[in-house]
Each structure stands twice: as structure tokens, then as C-alpha cells.
């Protein structure tokens, strides 16, 4: 079965607008999926209702088969950085990994919390609180405390906002790293070229609805 399956999902807000507009797609083990599309077509909606922070209107989110409700959070399976990284700003950079995997309930390694902190690349400032801490490293803690404790899946809305170019290419390799693990990735951009260069699979999204899917190398074309 597939890991995430998303299927008839429809989000209209409180004013009408209907920013998801029946999407379905899914992604299977191993996978890096990039969810592209231009601003506005309703990449972050979709990933708010992936891991239940909103509720659609209908249609259905699975996650190893079983149904993603905002009653059911699934913080154990999955790990997600969705608008905002939620820190707590007066604790330094390590105590909110810490933190994040206590309030996560997925099984401790003690090998984890360091990966994390080399995946963050806070150097010296891991012992400083959050607070005095660029938008780039708050990027950077969010994605490492997403990935605590290896989640069969994980979420990441526009993960590269704030990163240099070098960390971006760190980044693409810690992600293609956890997919060949057997794990799945989901990833947002509203960028081609970064999708190409990161994901295996692809679902364009364009005014709330799928436009396009299917695997980036049949769909890029060779020379
Ligand atoms: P819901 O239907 O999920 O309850 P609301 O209409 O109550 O959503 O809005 C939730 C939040 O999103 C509010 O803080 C609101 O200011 C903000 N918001 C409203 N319109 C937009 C918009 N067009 N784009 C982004 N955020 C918006
Ligand atoms: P993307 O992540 O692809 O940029 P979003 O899901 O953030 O797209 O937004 C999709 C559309 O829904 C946009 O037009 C946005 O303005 C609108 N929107 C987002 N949040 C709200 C909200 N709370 N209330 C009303 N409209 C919203």
C-alpha cells in the first residue's frame, strides 16, 4: 500500500475561497515527492490537511492506512515542518530537539539527536537560545527536528526558504539519503529546477487542482 494517499480533497475557507479543489495523488515507499506549483495553488492548504492542522470539507488523508483526522494527529509517523517551525524561543537549539522528540512519542535513539544537530549545522550556536537565531538556522532546527527519530514519512512545506545555496545541496542529499532508506519524502516548491534536482515523482498543482503527475525523469526530457 502506499504511504501517503490522498484522495478527493477539498479545502474551501471561511470567505469561499476553495484553495484545494479536489486534488488526489499518492506517494509510495522511497520516493522524494515534490509538490510544485506557483504561489497560490494550494501547496500549503494541501499540506496543513496531510497532517490534519485543518480539516477538509471531504476527501480523505491515509498514512499507512490509516485515516488523518485534526482529532488524529499522526506526529509519530510523520515528521512535518508546516508553517512555521514552532520553536520555543527561550531554550537553546538542542533542548527544542530534545523537546520536539519527547512531544513526538517516537522512539529514542541516542545516535538521533546528534545526526540532528549536524543536519541543522548550528555549529556553536546549538547552545544558544532559538531566539537569537537567524531565519536560516530556525529553517535549518525545523527540518532537523522534522527528521528526529527517521518518520516513515516526511512533510516539508518550501523547506529551502532561507537556506544558501550550499545548505540546499546538503539538504538534497539528506532527503534523496532518507528515501533510498525506504523511507517517503513530500516536499513543497515553488520552484522546476529545485524539484528536478531533488524528487523522484511530481505532482503539479495548479489553482487548487492536480494538473500533472508522474516521475521526473519520464517527464523531464532527455537529450
Ligand atoms: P478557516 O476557514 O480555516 O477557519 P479563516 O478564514 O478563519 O480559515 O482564516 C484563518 C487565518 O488565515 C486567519 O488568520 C486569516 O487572517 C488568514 N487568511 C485569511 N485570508 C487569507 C489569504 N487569502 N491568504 C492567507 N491567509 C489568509
Ligand atoms: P501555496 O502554498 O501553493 O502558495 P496556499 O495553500 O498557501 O498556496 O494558498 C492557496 C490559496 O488559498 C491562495 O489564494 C491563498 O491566498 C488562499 N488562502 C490561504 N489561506 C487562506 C485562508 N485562511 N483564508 C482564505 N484564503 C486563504
Avoid at 96 to 119: D, F, H, K, M, S
Amino acid at each position: 500500500a502506499a504511504v501517503l494517499e490522498v484522495d478527493g480533497l477539498v479545502k474551501e475557507y471561511r470567505n469561499g475561497f476553495r484553495a484545494v479543489d479536489g486534488v488526489s495523488w499518492r506517494a509510495e515507499r522511497g520516493q522524494v515527492l515534490g509538490l510544485l506549483g506557483p504561489n497560490g495553488a494550494g501547496k500549503t492548504t494541501t499540506m496543513r490537511m496531510l497532517v490534519g492542522l485543518i480539516r477538509s470539507d471531504s476527501g480523505e488523508v491515509r498514512v499507512l492506512g490509516q485515516r488523518v483526522t485534526p482529532g488524529a494527529p499522526v506526529l509519530r509517523e510523520v515528521g512535518c515542518l508546516i508553517e512555521g517551525p514552532g520553536h520555543l524561543p527561550h531554550l537553546t537549539g538542542r533542548a527544542n530537539l530534545a523537546a520536539y522528540w519527547a512531544a513526538t512519542g517516537r522512539p529514542v535513539a541516542e545516535a538521533g539527536l546528534e545526526e540532528a544537530l549536524q543536519i541543522a549545522d548550528l555549529g556553536a550556536a546549538a547552545d544558544r537560545p532559538v531566539r537569537s537565531y537567524s531565519h536560516g538556522m530556525r529553517q535549518r532546527l525545523g527540518i532537523a527536528q522534522a527528521m528526529l527519530g527517521l518518520p516513515e514519512l516526511l512533510l516539508l512545506d518550501e523547506p529551502t526558504n532561507g537556506l544558501d545555496p550550499t545548505q540546499i545541496r546538503g539538504l538534497r542529499s539528506v532527503l534523496q539519503r532518507y528515501a533510498d532508506a525506504g523511507r517517503t519524502v513530500v516536499v513543497s516548491s515553488h520552484l522546476l529546477g529545485e524539484v528536478e534536482q531533488t524528487c523522484t515523482h511530481v505532482v503539479v498543482m495548479h489553482r487548487g487542482r492536480v494538473v500533472l503527475t508522474g516521475a521526473v525523469d519520464e517527464l523531464v526530457a532527455g537529450d
